[in-house]
């Protein structure tokens, strides 16, 4: 398996490079392709398969402020990739990670549209949610996560806003009618894409459970945004 974590700075080789550069011109020579080291600078096909070669986040492009706060290391986990599936591993145990800043810069990550920070940013929201005692742990960062979550779910990109509504029935089994207060913001959206075929089930699938962890409170709020949306309870 392959381990994809913030990118460490190498060090020491520069210094040797350049040592061997001035030794090359002072002598006159043509430079050895090896260098001084004996070492060849030719990629081999097997280093693709090296994590020790490999920096995913060598995006040369601006990076967004998700993407710069775990390549600082703000974020705990890791990527690693498996032969069949990738998985995060945790530094810090997820039970120990606080929710204040990290949950809540996961769920600014749910906008996130390139790998690997879209996988980061889903899975983490939701493995964090999954931790014992979540729901204590959230309700004092809940305002925090309802602005980016809706920005998620408001997003054109289609894999960004199923990964959104995911997180928000995620969010709602957590917190349960904690989240009545906050649901005509996030299914304001909804609507339009409950009448878009690819989505329509998605979107049903999602309101029934998010009625059933926020309870019958939350009927008229759902239907107040999905007018079209029928009740699990009749």
Known sequence: MTSFGPPRASSGGNKSRSSSAGSTSSTGSKPSSAGSSGRSTKTKPSDRLNPKTIDPFNDRGPKSSFATVYANGGVPCRLIHGSVKHKLHWDTPAEEVPFDPVLVTLAEGLRETKHPYVFVAQVGFKELLEVYDAEDKIMPVLSKIITPLRAALTHSDSLVFEGALNALVQLSLTVGTNLNPHL??????????????KYRDKVTDALHQIEQSCGKE?????????????????
């Open 218 to 234: 939350s009927l008229p709020i759902i239907k107040s945004k999905v007018p079209t949306y029928s009740s699990i309870f009749t």
């Open 184 to 197: 005509k913001l996030l299914l304001g959206t909804l609507s339009k894409r409950s009448m878009e075929k």
